[in-house]
C-alpha cells in the first residue's frame, strides 16, 4: 500500500502494539501494551502488531521470537502481524524523497559538540540537543541523493496542537524544544520518527496509545503527516509512566524487571497481570478488582482510561517481594 494510498478507516479504529527488539519487554512496557490491547478489544480497533527493529545494531539474537513470545504468555493477541521494519526500507525512501522535493529535508554534517558549540543552542545536557534555524543552510537539495548522511525536517515556528484521550488539550513547540529533528541517519536507515509516521499511515493506524515520554514525539510526527501530505494523524494516547523509587523511568538500574526474569523465577503469568491491573486502578478486593491472580482477557472492559491513575505508578520492592510469593504456584 502507498503513502497516498493508506486512509484512516471510517469503520474500523486500528491500533498497534509494537515492541522494539533491542532489549527485554519490562513492567513498564508490559503495563502500556496491556492497557492498549484492553482498549482496543473492549472498543473493537483492530490490533496491529508491528516490531520496530530498524535500530539494528542494538537488535540482539533471539530478542524478536522472545519479545512475541512474552506478548503471547502474558495473554495478549493481536489481528495482524507481526510486521517488521526491516523487511522492506522502500517506503521509507520513497517519503524521503517527498520531503526532499518539497524542500522540507536537508543533510546535516554538524558533529554533535559542533552543535552544542553554537549560542542557539540552549539545551545542553538533554537527551536530544536542540537544534536551532540559524543551523539550518540556506539552501537545500531538491533531491534524496546522500542515503548515508543525516537528514534533517526543517521546523518552522508555531504550535502543535491537539487533543489527547487522556491527557486533553496538548499544545507543543517543536522548534523550540528540538528544532530541527534527524529523520534519516548516516546507517542509511529512517529514523524512529519518520518510521513510525510511515508505518502508521500504510497500516491505517489510528488509534496510538504510548507512555508520556513520547509526548513530544506526537508533535514531530504530527509534523511529519502535514508534511507528507497523509492526512489526520492518528489520535494519540499518552499514559503515565512506571516509574523506580528514584522517580527514574523504570530502566535496569532499578533491578531486573523484565518479563521474562519472573517468568523463569516461576512467577505464573496472572499474578503478574495482576499487578499491572492494580497500577491501572483495579484494586485486589471488589468487583471487577484483580486479586492475587487475573487473565488479561478478563480484564477487558474493566481497564478503561477512567481507571487508570493519573500520577506515574512507582515500582516498590515490595511488588517485587509480591510477585516472588507467587513463583511456583
Known sequence: MSLQAAKISEKTP????????????????????????????????????RIEDLDTPRVKPGVVEATIETLRWLGLDWDEGPHFQT????????????????????????????????????????HEIRYDASLRPADRPGRFDDPEANWRLAVYDGRVRFEDAYR????????QSVGDFVVWTKRACPSYQLAVVVDDARQGITEVVRGDDLLDSAGRQMLLYSALNLGEPPRYTHLPLVRGTDGRRLAKRHGDTR?????AAGVPAARLVALLARWCGLEAAGAGGAGDGVRAADLIGRISLDTIPRADITFRPEDDAWLRLGAGR
Open 259 to 263: 518479563i521474562d526474569h519472573y517468568r
Open 168 to 175: 486533553g488539550r496538548v499544545e507543543l513547540d517543536i522548534a
Open 14 to 49: 486500528i491500533t498497534r502494539l509494537a515492541p522494539s527488539p533491542t532489549g527485554a519487554l519490562h513492567l513498564g512496557n508490559a503495563r502500556t501494551f496491556l492497557i492498549n490491547w484492553c482498549l482496543a478489544r473492549a472498543a473493537g480497533w483492530r490490533v496491529v502488531l
Open 87 to 126: 523487511t522492506d526500507l522502500g517506503p521509507y525512501r520513497r517519503a524521503m524523497r517527498t520531503l526532499a522535493d518539497a524542500g522540507r529535508v536537508y543533510p546535516c554534517t554538524l558533529s554533535r559538540n559542533e552543535i552544542l558549540a553554537s549560542a542557539s543552542a540552549p539545551n545542553e545536557g538533554d
